[in-house]
C-alpha cells in the first residue's frame, strides 16, 4: 500500500486522487529544543504522526514541511524560522494544488503551536476561494486534558515532547542531558510564564517575548513553575511509555479523519426567512 504522495509516480498520484478527496498535510518546524532534543523534533514528530495516520487508513500523505514560525528561539543556533506570511503563503499554494487535482478536504498534523494562526488564515483564505475544507490536528489537542507523568502536555522539550520524539525517532534523544527550567524573573511583581504571557496579581497580560528572555537552556517549563512537576530533573521516560501516548495520538487522529473526510456541512441560507425560522424552532 502505498500512501506517501513522494513515492508515487505522478500516474499513481492520479489513481490515488481518483478515490480520496482528502490529503494529510505534516507541518513542523526546525527550532532548538533545548539540551536534550534535535533542532528537528516538531517536524519529526508530525512526520511520524503523519505516516502512521497513512498506513493504517491509506490516507494521502504529503512531504512533510520541516520550517515554521520560529523567530522567538532565533537566538539559539540552528533555529531556521519563516515568517507567518510566508509561511500563510506556502499553505495558501499547496491547498490551491491540491484543490486542483480535485481534493476538498485537507487535514493538517501540526507539530508546533507557532504555525497555527498562519496556517488557520490560510485554510480561511482557501476555503472563501475554492470552497476547500481544513482541519488542523495537533498531538495536544488530540490529548487535551491528559498529563504527561504529572506535567501539562505544553511544555516545551518537556515530557511529552520528549516522549513523542522518542517514539518518531531515538537517536535524536539524549536523555541525559534533559533538563527543564522555571522562567527566569525580572525581580518584579509581573511573572514572566511564556513568550506570549506574563502574570501580574491574579490575572495575566501578552506579551511577546523570546524563549532566550526565559531560559538559558532552551527547555521550559510554562505557566508557574512551583505548580509542575520535573523542575530540573526528568522521570524516566521509556519507549513503551512513549510509544503508548504516540499511539493515543495517532488513534484519536485517524478516527477524526474518517468522520472528516465525509464532513458535510449544513446549506448556506442566509436569509430573513431563515434567520427567522431558527427563530422560532
Not at 31 to 46: R, T
Not at 90 to 100: G, Q, Y
Not at 138 to 162: M, P, R, S
Request: a negative charge.
Amino acid at each position: 500500500m502505498v500512501y506517501e504522495l513522494s513515492d508515487m509516480s505522478w500516474v499513481e498520484a492520479e489513481e490515488k486522487l481518483g478515490s480520496t478527496r482528502l490529503a494529510v498535510v505534516p507541518v513542523g518546524a526546525t527550532e532548538q529544543h533545548g539540551l536534550h532534543l534535535g533542532l528537528g523534533a516538531d517536524w519529526i514528530q508530525s512526520w511520524a504522526i503523519a505516516e502512521r495516520v497513512g498506513e493504517r487508513i491509506d490516507a494521502l500523505v504529503l512531504p512533510v514541511m520541516p520550517y515554521g514560525v520560529s523567530g522567538h528561539h532565533m537566538e539559539f543556533p540552528g533555529t531556521i524560522s519563516l515568517s507567518s506570511t510566508t509561511l500563510r503563503m506556502v499553505v495558501l499554494d499547496i491547498l490551491e494544488s491540491l484543490h486542483r487535482h480535485g481534493v476538498d478536504r485537507v487535514v493538517f498534523i501540526n507539530g508546533h503551536g507557532g504555525n497555527l494562526a498562519a496556517i488557520t488564515e490560510a485554510a480561511r483564505e482557501a476555503r472563501e476561494r475554492s470552497g476547500v475544507l481544513c482541519a488542523v490536528c495537533q498531538w495536544w489537542d488530540a490529548l487535551k486534558g491528559k498529563k504527561a507523568l504529572g506535567q501539562t502536555l505544553e511544555v516545551h522539550a518537556g515530557y511529552a515532547e520528549t516522549a513523542f520524539t522518542l517514539a518518531a525517532r531515538p537517536e535524536a534523544v539524549k536523555m541525559e542531558h534533559a533538563s527543564l527550567t522555571p522562567p527566569r524573573q525580572s525581580g518584579g511583581d509581573i511573572r514572566l510564564m511564556k513568550t506570549s504571557i506574563v502574570g501580574f496579581r491574579d490575572g495575566t497580560a501578552r506579551v511577546a517575548l523570546n524563549t532566550a528572555d526565559l531560559s538559558a537552556t532552551g527547555s521550559l517549563l510554562y505557566a508557574d513553575a512551583s505548580k509542575l512537576p520535573g523542575r530540573s530533573e526528568y522521570p524516566e521516560i521509556t519507549g513503551e511509555y512513549a510509544e503508548a501516548l504516540m499511539e493515543e495520538a495517532v488513534e484519536w487522529i485517524c478516527a477524526f479523519i474518517r468522520e472528516f473526510e465525509d464532513l458535510e456541512l449544513p446549506e448556506i441560507e442566509v436569509s430573513k426567512e431563515a434567520a427567522l425560522r431558527e427563530l422560532r424552532d
